[in-house]
C-alpha cells in the first residue's frame, strides 16, 4: 500500500514533523529483467495531471472570499513594478496639463509641436510600464483579475487613439487653437480613465488605491537572508504586504499576505538533491542524482530528478549487481494549512519514467518512498526557514499573526514564490504601536543588504560517480 508522507510547522512556532516510512520490497529479478515498462503515473493511479488539490481550508467554506483575495495579491516585485507604473502615469498626466495651460496662452505651432512629442514620449512610456506590469501576472492573477484587465486594456486602447489623433492634428501647422485643444481634453480624459483602471487593479492586488498613501497598504521592506538546505547555502527574500485595518469588539484586523522567493533554491536544486539522495551502498542502493529541476505548477509545485540507480545485493564477500539503469523521477508538492494554523507540505509521486524493475520499485516500493520523502524534507526545510515570521514581521505583529492560506505561485518569468495568506489581529491598545511600527518598516524599505553567500565549489558538491 503506497503510503503518503505529510510535513507540518506552524509559522509562529516552527514545529517540523516529519516521517520517512519505509515499504520493504524484495527483489525477485536479476539484472535486465522486467517487462520494460515504460512511464506510469502515480502510485495509486493516474499520472501528474490527475493529482488532487491541496487538502486544508476548504474554498466552499466562509473563507471562500479569503482564497479568491489571496490568489491576486502582489508579490513584492509586483509593488514594485505597481510603483513604476503609477509613476509613469502621473508623470504623463503633468505633462498633458502643462500642455493644456500652455495652449491657453496661444504658442507658436513649432513650440506647440515641441511640446506635443513631449506629451507623446510620456504616454508611451506610460503604456509601455502598464503593458510590462500586466505580463508578469501569474496564471491565478490572469484568472482572478481578468475582467479588470480587460477594462484596462480598453482604457489603454483608447489612450492610444487619442494620442494618434492629437499627433495627427500637431502635424499640421495650420492647425492650431480650438481644434488641438479639444484634442488634448479628450486626451486628457482617456489618460484620467486609464489612471483610474490602474488605480482600481491596485486594489484588488491589495496594492492600495494610490491616493490614500501609506494607510491602505504598508509594503515592507525586503528581507534577504541566508539559509542552509542540505549542507547548501540558499538566499530566501520575504516580504509582507499588510493592509485594510478593520476594528470590530475592541479587535483589530490587519490582512497580510507573505512572500517568499525561492528562485536562488530553484537554481541550486541539483546541488541540494545531491547533497540529500546521492548513495553508494556496497550492499544495496546506489543512487547518483545527475539533474534536477523546480518549477510552479499552481497552487503546487514539482520537483524533476534524473537519477542513475543501482542495486546490489551481496553473497559472502562478493557484490553482485542485480538491476542498473537511468529514471526520471517527478515529485509534486502541495501546500496547505490545517484548521491547527500549521501549514503542511503533501508530497505525491507525479510521474515515474523507468523501465522494468526500476520503474516499479520508483513507483511503488520503498526508494520511491525515501526519494519522495526526502526531497520534500528539502523543500519543507527552505519553506519552514523562510518562513519564520520572528525574522520579518514588526515585534507587534509576530504572536499575533495566524495562516489561512499556503500556496506556491509562479512569475511570468519561471520564478517560484511560496504565498501565505492570513491576518493579524490586535487590540485597540495595540494597533497604534503596530501601525508606528509597520510605517517604520516602509521607511527602511531599501536600505538592507543582502548577506554575502559563500557557495562550495561544484567539485565539492557532486559525489562521485556510483563504482561498478
Known sequence: ???????????????????????PCGLLAQRGGGGGHVGGGTAGGGGLSSVGKATGVDDKDDLKDFHAVMAVQATSEQVAGYAAMMKSTEVASAELKTFLLQLAKENGAAELAGRTATVE????????????????????????????SKRLIKADSDLAQQAKVLDLEAGNSKIIGQPITASVQTLDRALTSFQTQQIGLGEEMSIGNGKSGADSAFNLAQVKRSITVASQPIAITTSEVISNSVA????????????????DLQQNITDVLHSELDKSDRCGERIAVQGATLTPSEPASVVLVQLHFERWTCMGREANEMVEGNGTFAVKLTLSVGDDGAVRLTPEIARVDAQGLIGDLLRSGSPGEMLRDKISESIFSAIRQGSDFNATLPPAARSNATIHDARFQGSSSGKLWVVLGGEIRVSNEQVTLLTSELKAGELNAGELKAPELKRRPAQETVQETVPR
Open 248 to 263: 470590530s469588539g475592541g479587535q483589530n484586523t490587519f490582512k497580510l499576505q507573505f512572500t517568499a522567493d525561492l528562485s
Open 121 to 148: 514620449q510620456a504616454i508611451e512610456k506610460a503604456r509601455t510600464e502598464n503593458k510590462k506590469f500586466l505580463d508578469g501576472f501569474s496564471e491565478s492573477q490572469k484568472s482572478g483579475l481578468k475582467e479588470i
Open 1 to 23: 500500500m503506497f503510503r503518503h508522507t505529510r510535513l507540518v510547522f506552524n509559522p509562529s512556532t516552527i514545529v517540523l514533523a516529519a516521517a520517512l516510512l519505509a515499504h
